[in-house]
């Protein structure tokens, strides 16, 4: 069955510190890869995606993101975090499977930035 | 503009009984889809529904279904509770399906004792 693995379950970090929150997926074929962000007392909300095209896709609030197909990875980056980046993040990826497709996640992270 | 609405907010269950979900999706959309969210097993997806018609369906067991109606608005129903689905039941409405911008609701917290 496809999976998604998210390496890190808790990082903290301090304020203005560089991120990298990995995600590796387990399918071979074609995927459309997603980062979530739920950030504390809010829904979860698309922070970016990716579909085909460059493999670095920037998405809201300075995140970006890396599509490594070799690698079957789609981390996460961001140069400077804020304390406003406090949240849980998860990736995710849709995959084909018996004729239908499903939205596979991550167990998320959770980040806590210091201030 | 109106966000995603899920009734109950929670439930509380015995062992053995059924249970409906409610979720009321952004207008304008067209698909909604349910996801259960467990500590041990994060996020799961369930089924989406597009115009009414089940499009994509999770490895959940039989128990699970869901409905949508015409007016988008999609119930997920539980039958049979087992103590193991207790969780936080989250629903996402989107114009076209999975892969474009999902909204979240808050989610029903269920409780089966």
């Known amino acids: 069955a496809q999976s998604v693995s998210q390496h890190n379950h808790h990082v903290i970090l301090s304020e203005a510190a560089s991120l990298e929150l990995g995600c590796n997926y387990s399918?071979?074929?074609?995927?459309?890869l997603f980062w979530y962000v739920q950030y504390p007392g809010q829904h979860l909300q698309l922070l970016l995606k990716?579909?085909?095209?460059d493999p670095l896709v920037k998405g809201i609030k300075g995140f970006e993101a890396e599509f490594i197909k070799s690698k079957f990875s789609f981390n996460l980056r961001k140069p400077s975090v804020q304390w406003s980046d406090t949240a849980e993040y998860f990736c995710?990826?849709?995959?084909?499977?018996?004729?239908?497709?499903?939205?596979?996640w991550g167990a998320g992270t959770k980040l806590i930035i210091k201030p | 503009k109106a966000g995603v609405t899920q009734t109950p907010r929670y439930l509380i269950k015995t062992r053995g009984q059924q249970v409906t979900l409610s979720c009321s999706p952004i207008?304008?959309?067209?698909?909604v889809s349910w996801y259960q969210q467990t500590p041990g097993q994060g996020l799961q997806f369930l089924f989406e529904y597009f115009s009414e018609t089940q499009r994509n369906k999770g490895n959940f067991p039989g128990r699970f279904s869901g409905r949508q109606f015409s007016n988008s608005r999609s119930e997920m129903n539980v039958s049979t509770l087992e103590l193991g689905d207790s969780a936080l039941y989250l629903c996402?409405?989107?114009?076209?399906?999975?892969?474009?911008?999902?909204?979240f609701g808050s989610g029903t917290q269920l409780s089966v004792l």
């Open positions: 996402a409405s989107s114009k076209g399906g999975l892969v474009e911008k999902l909204f």
């Open positions: 995710a990826v849709t995959s084909p499977g018996e004729g239908n497709y499903q939205l596979i």
């Open positions: 990716y579909f085909s095209g």
């Open positions: 399918y071979g074929g074609t995927v459309n």
């Open positions: 207008s304008g959309h067209r698909s």
